[in-house]
Nanobody, 128 residues
Framework: QVQLVESGGGLVQTGGSLRLSCTASGRTPDTYNMAWFRQAPGKEREFVAGISWRGEFTFYTDSVKGRFTISRDNAKNANAKNTVYLQMNGLKPEDTAVYYC????????????????WGQGTQVTVSS
């Protein structure tokens, strides 16, 4: 089993910042890419940002470019945590959603169907 646990969500005013974290544990693949998705009420889940196994490649949806930054820790030992972050600056009301992290094969794949493991999500609310 693979577990993904997100944290860091909350309520923030327009223009504010939040930093989301997601830690993977359990029987994770030897190498894996990670991503953030989000789902607003009444809308489909959408890709936000992805990062490659070593963190050398990133990919963003157009609406967050220049405002959000994805990064990751990647230490591999028995006590290490594999964690991905999403630094969100210049938040807008339209960024309000539940944010999910995921594990998959391709860091730049924006299809929900092609990501294998998911966390439970963390709520981000941006007030106007």
């Amino acid at each position: 089993q693979v577990q993904l646990v997100e944290s860091g969500g909350g309520l923030v005013q327009t223009g504010g910042s939040l930093r989301l974290s997601c830690t993977a544990s359990g029987r994770t693949p030897d190498t894996y890419n990670m991503a953030w998705f989000r789902q607003a009420p009444g809308k489909e889940r959408e890709f936000v940002a992805g990062i490659s196994w070593r963190g050398e490649f990133t990919f963003y949806t157009d609406s967050v470019k220049g405002r959000f930054t994805i990064s990751r820790d990647n230490a591999k030992n028995a006590n290490a945590k594999n964690t991905v972050y999403l630094q969100m600056n210049g938040l807008k009301p339209e960024d309000t959603a539940v944010y999910y992290c995921a594990i998959g094969d391709k860091y730049d794949d924006d299809s929900v169907l092609l990501w294998d493991y998911w966390g439970q999500g963390t709520q981000v609310t941006v007030s106007s």
